[in-house]
Protein backbone atom coordinates (compact mmCIF):
# COMPACT_ATOMS: atom_id res chain seq x y z
CA UNK A 1 0.00 0.00 0.00
CA UNK A 2 0.89 3.49 -1.18
CA UNK A 3 1.30 6.52 0.85
CA UNK A 4 -1.63 7.11 -1.30
CA UNK A 5 -3.78 4.52 -0.94
CA UNK A 6 -3.27 5.37 2.94
CA UNK A 7 -5.04 8.76 1.97
CA UNK A 8 -7.74 7.15 -0.44
CA UNK A 9 -8.07 5.14 2.45
CA UNK A 10 -8.60 7.37 5.44
CA UNK A 11 -10.51 9.64 2.98
CA UNK A 12 -13.08 7.16 2.20
CA UNK A 13 -12.76 5.84 6.01
CA UNK A 14 -14.17 9.54 6.87
CA UNK A 15 -16.82 9.46 4.05
CA UNK A 16 -15.15 12.61 2.69
CA UNK A 17 -14.96 13.69 -1.45
CA UNK A 18 -11.95 14.59 -2.90
CA UNK A 19 -13.24 18.04 -3.12
CA UNK A 20 -14.40 18.01 0.54
CA UNK A 21 -10.96 16.74 1.45
CA UNK A 22 -9.20 19.42 -0.64
CA UNK A 23 -11.46 22.20 1.26
CA UNK A 24 -11.12 21.10 4.64
CA UNK A 25 -6.86 20.57 4.07
CA UNK A 26 -6.21 23.57 1.31
CA UNK A 27 -4.03 20.82 -0.69
CA UNK A 28 -5.54 21.05 -4.10
CA UNK A 29 -7.75 18.80 -5.63
CA UNK A 30 -6.06 17.55 -8.27
CA UNK A 31 -2.72 16.89 -6.14
CA UNK A 32 -5.10 14.87 -3.93
CA UNK A 33 -5.79 12.85 -6.70
CA UNK A 34 -2.51 12.41 -7.98
CA UNK A 35 -1.31 11.40 -4.61
CA UNK A 36 -4.43 8.71 -4.68
CA UNK A 37 -3.75 7.37 -8.38
CA UNK A 38 0.77 7.04 -7.06
CA UNK A 39 1.37 9.72 -9.77
CA UNK A 40 3.00 11.95 -7.07
CA UNK A 41 4.32 11.39 -3.67
CA UNK A 42 3.22 13.47 -0.79
CA UNK A 43 5.62 16.16 0.78
CA UNK A 44 6.07 16.69 4.62
CA UNK A 45 3.85 19.94 4.62
CA UNK A 46 0.59 18.29 2.81
CA UNK A 47 0.78 15.05 4.73
CA UNK A 48 0.28 16.95 7.87
CA UNK A 49 -2.32 18.67 6.25
CA UNK A 50 -4.42 15.91 5.10
CA UNK A 51 -3.65 14.35 8.66
CA UNK A 52 -5.11 17.30 10.31
CA UNK A 53 -8.29 17.54 8.11
CA UNK A 54 -8.58 13.53 8.56
CA UNK A 55 -7.98 13.65 12.00
CA UNK A 56 -5.30 10.36 12.12
CA UNK A 57 -2.12 11.18 13.46
CA UNK A 58 0.76 11.41 10.47
CA UNK A 59 1.59 7.90 10.76
CA UNK A 60 -1.51 6.88 9.35
CA UNK A 61 -0.82 8.63 5.92
CA UNK A 62 2.47 7.05 5.54
CA UNK A 63 2.63 3.21 3.97
CA UNK A 64 4.93 0.50 4.90
CA UNK A 65 6.20 0.16 1.57
CA UNK A 66 7.42 4.37 0.74
CA UNK A 67 8.75 3.76 4.02
CA UNK A 68 10.93 0.65 3.12
CA UNK A 69 11.66 1.73 -0.33
CA UNK A 70 13.00 4.59 0.80
CA UNK A 71 10.41 7.46 -0.69
CA UNK A 72 9.89 8.78 2.45
CA UNK A 73 12.04 11.28 3.02
CA UNK A 74 14.12 11.78 7.14
CA UNK A 75 11.83 14.78 7.85
CA UNK A 76 8.83 13.30 7.49
CA UNK A 77 9.87 10.50 9.77
CA UNK A 78 10.69 12.79 12.37
CA UNK A 79 7.65 14.53 12.39
CA UNK A 80 5.75 11.28 12.70
CA UNK A 81 7.95 10.53 15.75
CA UNK A 82 7.25 13.53 16.90
CA UNK A 83 3.18 13.48 16.40
CA UNK A 84 3.55 9.87 18.15
CA UNK A 85 4.82 11.49 21.38
CA UNK A 86 2.79 14.10 21.12
CA UNK A 87 -0.23 11.97 20.67
CA UNK A 88 1.28 9.84 23.67
CA UNK A 89 1.62 12.44 25.85
CA UNK A 90 -1.47 14.07 25.56
CA UNK A 91 -3.44 10.93 26.46
CA UNK A 92 -1.57 10.77 29.42
CA UNK A 93 -2.52 14.07 30.22
CA UNK A 94 -5.95 13.07 29.59
CA UNK A 95 -6.03 10.28 31.75
CA UNK A 96 -4.67 11.84 34.52
CA UNK A 97 -7.79 14.41 33.88
CA UNK A 98 -9.89 11.97 33.83
CA UNK A 99 -8.78 10.35 36.90
CA UNK A 100 -8.43 14.07 38.81
CA UNK A 101 -12.39 14.30 37.67
CA UNK A 102 -13.64 11.33 39.34
CA UNK A 103 -11.69 11.68 42.59
CA UNK A 104 -13.22 15.38 42.15
CA UNK A 105 -16.78 14.21 41.91
CA UNK A 106 -16.48 11.60 44.72
CA UNK A 107 -15.60 14.54 47.15
CA UNK A 108 -18.11 17.33 45.73
CA UNK A 109 -20.80 14.74 46.81
CA UNK A 110 -19.95 15.54 50.40
CA UNK A 111 -19.91 19.45 49.75
CA UNK A 112 -22.54 21.51 51.13
CA UNK A 113 -24.75 23.48 48.18
CA UNK A 114 -23.33 26.79 48.89
CA UNK A 115 -19.73 25.91 48.17
CA UNK A 116 -20.71 23.95 45.28
CA UNK A 117 -21.88 27.16 43.54
CA UNK A 118 -18.70 28.87 44.78
CA UNK A 119 -16.69 26.33 43.08
CA UNK A 120 -18.29 26.01 39.57
CA UNK A 121 -18.28 30.18 39.32
CA UNK A 122 -14.45 30.08 40.11
CA UNK A 123 -13.54 27.37 37.65
CA UNK A 124 -16.09 27.63 34.86
CA UNK A 125 -13.39 29.72 32.42
CA UNK A 126 -10.17 26.85 33.59
CA UNK A 127 -8.82 24.62 31.33
CA UNK A 128 -8.95 20.73 31.98
CA UNK A 129 -5.13 21.19 32.82
CA UNK A 130 -5.54 24.27 35.15
CA UNK A 131 -8.37 22.08 36.90
CA UNK A 132 -5.85 19.05 37.27
CA UNK A 133 -3.03 22.06 39.36
CA UNK A 134 -5.94 22.98 41.26
CA UNK A 135 -6.49 19.62 42.35
CA UNK A 136 -2.94 18.58 42.98
CA UNK A 137 -2.47 21.92 44.65
CA UNK A 138 -5.24 22.35 46.79
CA UNK A 139 -6.40 18.13 47.53
CA UNK A 140 -2.94 16.69 47.72
CA UNK A 141 -4.55 13.56 49.68
CA UNK A 142 -6.27 12.79 46.27
CA UNK A 143 -2.85 12.81 44.49
CA UNK A 144 -1.91 10.76 46.57
CA UNK A 145 -4.47 8.09 46.47
CA UNK A 146 -4.38 8.25 42.68
CA UNK A 147 -1.20 6.35 43.13
Same mark, same amino acid.
Given at each position: =???????????????????????????????????ESGRRQPRLEQLKRLAYALNVPLGFLISKDDFFN???????????????????????HEQKVADSLKLISNKIAELPAT???? =?????????PF??????????PSLKKSQG
Open positions: =MTSGECILKQRKRKKLTQKELSLKSGVAIGTIRQYDKVTNDVVEATIDDYVFREALDEELFE =MAIAVKNLSDIHWLVVKHF
